[in-house]
């Protein structure tokens, strides 16, 4: 399995970067699929995650409002759309996957919250938001 990140950048405050993650070597569509990020000095944190079906998503209350997370099944690519970019958001973003078999919904949103709960991780791209 590859979960390849990519979309990373050096953006200014209230700038927008859109980040992608193309997986392969799994049934794309049976995964959740989730964002965390980590800022130096700091533990890993959760940002954003989806459900298979694409139509459940999940979000930081730090990013509500100006991160969108999406799921496009037919090219194995999850995307985060980062808009209103703040110093804050300056991290190394990572995207996991984790199968999704949850029929009940505050349950999932509990798992996909949890990093530790997500099987397959990828290497992480640098977003830097400069004030």
């Known amino acids: 399995v590859q979960l390849q990140a990519s979309g990373g950048g050096l953006v200014q405050a209230g700038g927008s970067l859109r980040l992608s993650c193309a997986a392969s070597?799994?049934?794309?569509?049976?995964?959740?699929m989730g964002w965390f990020r980590q800022a130096p000095g700091k533990e890993r944190e959760f940002v954003a995650a989806i459900r298979w079906k694409g139509g459940i998503t999940y979000y930081a209350d730090s990013v509500k409002g100006r991160f969108t997370i999406s799921r496009d099944n037919a090219k194995n690519t999850v995307y985060l759309q980062m808009n209103s970019l703040k110093p804050e958001d300056t991290a190394v973003y990572y995207c996991a996957a984790r199968r999704d078999r949850e029929t009940i919904t505050s349950v999932a949103g509990f798992k996909l919250r949890n990093q530790n709960d997500y099987e397959y991780w990828g290497q992480g791209t640098q977003v830097t938001v400069s004030s």
């Open positions: 070597g799994l049934t794309f569509s049976s995964y959740g």
